[in-house]
Nanobody, 123 residues
């Protein structure tokens, strides 16, 4: 599975961005998908997850501001980010978890990763 993330950029605090992640493969509908992020000098951390049945979970730090969604017809997962904060500055990665599924919040569960897209939030 190949993943291509896009949509990052520079935004002011309080602004919005939408990230996209396009996936290859004919069984995208069976992938659990997630977004992680890695800020400078920090470890990569879980942001959001959407199951193949479209159940969603979020990190506490983004709950209520970020929305993960998927379009199986387009083999694409999205991350709508609203009310962005400077601490949201990071490289954002999408990831795919193929069956058998693992812990949705654990990086080791994921089989494929995108190349990352930079999000910079200015104060």
């Amino acid at each position: 599975v190949q993943l291509q993330a896009s949509g990052g950029g520079l935004v002011q605090a309080g602004g919005s961005l939408r990230l996209s992640c396009a996936a290859s493969g004919r069984t995208f509908g069976l992938y659990n998908m997630a977004w992680f992020r890695q800020a400078p000098g920090k470890e990569r951390e879980f942001v959001a997850h959407i199951s193949w049945r479209s159940y969603t979970t979020y990190a506490d730090s983004v709950e209520g501001r970020f929305t993960i969604s998927r379009d199986n017809a387009k083999n694409t997962v999205y991350l709508q980010m609203n009310s962005l904060k400077p601490e949201g500055t990071a490289v954002y990665y999408c990831a795919a978890d193929l069956p058998p599924y693992g812990n949705s919040r654990s990086q080791v569960a994921y089989d494929s990763w995108g190349q990352g897209t930079q999000v910079t939030v200015s104060s």
